[in-house]
């Protein structure tokens, strides 16, 4: 049996990780590729840790289930369905919903941590970073919260500042050599979706 092609986009919050796996799902044949997306493996709200001025940190890799996400992980990515939890940010008590995730012959993993944990980093054959200027991030950022949140901008601001953009520097650039493909710009979006689209489409 012919493995998957593992196709990991890693990249700063907002820096359009989720655009991008949504773009290429979308242009692809239906049930060509299936998507890992590590924001499904949030834990619930109450166990996240707070930073020194009581704000809830939801940038860091202890902000998540990693057992779960890296045994679903390897599942998927050795051919076996998995039980994802269904993404509901900032909820608690956690979700007991799942999707059932079927193996495909394309596998898409998108998420800021992905290059950081070495389990997942050595079972991508395709690796994407998304290296957006910080200004573009923390507008989309302050425009996502607002809509999709509720939150004040004050509070999405100071998240932005003080979690993302640190949790950026620590668990994302450190790893950007590993990068098969860097993104910087949106010529250099058009040209690497275009590549990543062709090699979907022959795999």
Same mark, same amino acid.
């Given at each position: 049996?012919?493995?998957p ?11 359009g ?5 949504d ?21 619930p709200r ?5 930073d020194? /001025?009581?704000y809830l940190?939801? %940038?860091? *890799?202890e902000?998540?289930?990693? $057992?779960?996400?890296?045994y679903?992980? =390897? ?5 076996f369905?998995?039980e ?7 909820v608690?008590?956690p ?9 495909a012959?394309?596998?898409i993993?998108e998420g800021i941590?992905?290059f950081?944990?070495?389990e997942?980093?050595?079972r991508? /054959?395709?690796?994407?970073?998304l %290296?957006? *200027?910080?200004?573009?991030?923390? $507008? ?5 919260? =607002? ?13 932005f ?8 520097n ?9 990068a098969d493909?860097l993104?910087?710009?949106q ?8 590549l990543l689209?062709?090699?979907i489409?022959?795999?």
């Amino acid at each position: 049996m012919k493995p998957p092609l593992v196709i990991g986009i890693c990249g700063g919050s907002a820096s359009g990780k989720t655009f991008l796996k949504d773009l290429l799902i979308k242009n692809s044949p239906a049930g060509k590729v299936c998507a890992f997306t590590l924001d499904s493996y949030y834990l619930p709200r109450d166990w996240q840790k707070k930073d020194s /001025n009581g704000y809830l940190n939801f %940038d860091l *890799p202890e902000a998540f289930n990693t $057992q779960k996400m890296l045994y679903d992980f =390897i599942d998927l990515t050795s051919g076996f369905s998995i039980e994802q939890p269904i993404y509901k940010y900032n909820v608690s008590p956690p979700s007991l919903e799942f999707n059932i995730i079927e193996p495909a012959p394309v596998i898409i993993a998108e998420g800021i941590f992905l290059f950081y944990h070495k389990e997942m980093l050595e079972r991508l /054959n395709t690796k994407v970073l998304l %290296d957006v *200027p910080f200004e573009i991030k923390r $507008q989309r950022r302050i425009e996502r919260d =607002i809509r999709e949140r509720g939150y004040e901008l004050p509070e999405i601001i100071y998240r932005f500042d003080n979690h993302a953009q640190d949790s950026y520097n620590t668990y994302v650039l450190p790893f950007k050599h590993h990068a098969d493909y860097l993104i910087e710009s949106q010529e250099d979006f058009d040209a690497i979706y275009s590549l990543l689209l062709n090699q979907i489409l022959a795999y």
